[in-house]
Every structure is written in structure tokens, then in C-alpha cells.
């Protein structure tokens, strides 16, 4: 594997917008193009290795969530020498615009998906939807997509009240309907929290024989941050890529879990909305035994207290 080229190293944080997109042409000029795709739209290419992995990625998603401001697709560049398509709006878009209608068209018609012996498209929430949907161009792919809408249309998802300004913009032409567009894929994989109920409704909607839906209780509604703080996004990806991405293997990396706090406290919180004493204490006493968490801590002595006086019955004490 040949090194990545130096300027994938380079960092844009801290850049204003303009002086960001500036520098980003330039490292992907430098590395393979940029093509600007109308006003809300463009994309970068860095062409390394025989793996594609075409992420779909916001200017601000990308600006937040990663500490140089580089595309989430830089890191398998640098690690793993694969080649990465990144297609990247300006806003919540859901990718919906002829323009890149016409450019996955372009590629088709380049055969440039055949170049590679595999290809993984990925994106989170609306860039969900986007890789789903765009996954066709390129049968045979593997989709991660986390959070994924299925369509928006109105007609079909009127249950979704989330973002009614997209309700005038067609799901129903070109790339339209995600788990329709999902039917050459050879697998699909569907992250979503079954406890966020719309989310849970749109996984519901992708039903096919090449999908493997994988449930995250009690994550919330930010999955992709939470898979980054718990540096499982990038190996995830990396197992796509490689062919090796399971229900089986997932779970196991996913037990990485009972060491995340925010997972514990938004469990801790179910429990006490559910008003489970005994579950909550052995959870609690769990996750004091195994690190320092005072309001853990504190959580477990007033539940102690309360059974002092005989109000809950809590679990005995290991001797």
C-alpha cells in the first residue's frame, strides 16, 4: 500500500467557510478533482487504492464532527489506501437535485464503479437516505447508512413531522424511493434506536433479503456522534469495506457500549422513568464498581435510603 498523499494530513479547522472550501478544492485537486455540482452541492475525489468507499457528508457535519474539518473519508484514505468519492452539501439537502442525478449518470456511463473490487457507500441521517438511494449506481455495493429516511414524500411518510420543508421536494423521480434503490446491493446495513419512533418507522420501511437492520437501545438521536466518540465508525466502515461487516460481528464491538456514559445515563434514565428499583441499583452498582461515576453514586444511595425506610426492595449485596 502506497502512502496517502501528504496533503490528506493537512488540517482546515478553525478556517472561516470560504477559506475552508478553498482549501479543500485544493487538496482534492491534488489528490484526484473537485466538481462543483450547482450551488448547494460538490464533490472530491481522491483516487488511492482498489476499495471505493463514496460517503455523503454536510459542510457543517464535516466542519463539527471531525478535528481537522476533512471529510470522514480521509481517515480510511490515510488508513487503509482505499480511493473515496465524497459528495458534500451544503445544508440538509437529501441530495435531492437533477444535477446529481446527472453525475451519478456520468459515472455509470464511465463505468468508474467498475474500476474498483469493492465499493461501500455511507452516510448518517439525510446523507443516510442519499447513500441508500445512490447505492444503485453501483450494484453489488455494501451500504452502511445510520438513521436513514426512506423517502419524505408526504403521501407515503405524512407521519414524519420532522422537516416540512422538504415536503415540495420530489422523492418520486430519478434516485427517488431509498429501500427500492437498495435492491442490487449485495448487503445493507440499517443503524437506527428503536426508541426514537420515527426513526424506527423509516427502518421499518427497508425489508429486503440484502438488509440487516441493527438496533442501538437507548442511543438517541445523535448515533453517528456516538459511534465517533466511541471510535467504532471508522472500524465499522473499515469492516464494510473489507467484506467482514456481520449482525454477529457488530454486536460484539457494540458491548463497547457498557463503557460509554452517555449510553449509561440514557439507560439509567429509562430505568427510572420506568420506575425499575431493583434494575436500576444493579446497574448502578455495576457501573461504580467499574469506574468512578458519582451520579451513578449518588443515584444508588438514595435508592438505598428509600429501602431502608421499606419503600423499594433493591438486590442484595455481593459478600
Not at 494530513?9 to 478556517?15: G, I, K, P
Amino acid at each position: 500500500m502506497q502512502d496517502a498523499p501528504n496533503s490528506l494530513n493537512t488540517s482546515l479547522a478553525d478556517l472561516d467557510k470560504a477559506a475552508w472550501k478553498a482549501g479543500l478544492t485544493e487538496i482534492a485537486e491534488d489528490c484526484g478533482m473537485f466538481q462543483p455540482l450547482g450551488p448547494h452541492h460538490f464533490a472530491t475525489f481522491v483516487d488511492e487504492g482498489d476499495t471505493l468507499l463514496v460517503t455523503f457528508e454536510t459542510v457543517a457535519g464535516i466542519r463539527s464532527l471531525s478535528d481537522d474539518a476533512l471529510p470522514l473519508g480521509f481517515e480510511l484514505v490515510r488508513r487503509k489506501g482505499w480511493s473515496h468519492l465524497c459528495i458534500i452539501s451544503d445544508g440538509d439537502t437529501w441530495f435531492r437535485d437533477p444535477l446529481l442525478y446527472g453525475f451519478f449518470d456520468r459515472l455509470i456511463d464511465d463505468g468508474f464503479f467498475e474500476d474498483f473490487d469493492r465499493v461501500v457507500f455511507y452516510g448518517a441521517g439525510p446523507c443516510a437516505y442519499a447513500a441508500a438511494a445512490y447505492s444503485v449506481a453501483s450494484p453489488g455495493a455494501t451500504v452502511l447508512a445510520i438513521q436513514p429516511q426512506a423517502t419524505l414524500d408526504p403521501r407515503m411518510t405524512e407521519w414524519d413531522n420532522r422537516f416540512p420543508e422538504m415536503r415540495r421536494v420530489s422523492f418520486t423521480d430519478r434516485y427517488g424511493y431509498a429501500p427500492d434503490m437498495l435492491e442490487p446491493a449485495a448487503q445493507a446495513f440499517v443503524l437506527y434506536d428503536p426508541r426514537v419512533q420515527l426513526d424506527a418507522m423509516h427502518a421499518t420501511l427497508f425489508q429486503a433479503r440484502n438488509v440487516t437492520r441493527l438496533r442501538l437501545w437507548h442511543m438517541g438521536e445523535a448515533l453517528q456522534t456516538n459511534l465517533i466518540e466511541m471510535k467504532l465508525l471508522v472500524p465499522l466502515i473499515a469492516a464494510a469495506g473489507a467484506g467482514k461487516l456481520t449482525a454477529a460481528g457488530f454486536h460484539r464491538v457494540w458491548r463497547k457500549r457498557r463503557d460509554y456514559r452517555p449510553y449509561l445515563q440514557n439507560l439509567l434514565q429509562h430505568l427510572a422513568r420506568t420506575e425499575r428499583d431493583y434494575l436500576q441499583a444493579l446497574l448502578c452498582r455495576n457501573v461504580t464498581h467499574r469506574m468512578h461515576a458519582p451520579k451513578f453514586q449518588r443515584f444508588l444511595d438514595r435508592l438505598e435510603r428509600r429501602a431502608e425506610h421499606g419503600e423499594t426492595l433493591l438486590p442484595a449485596m455481593d459478600s
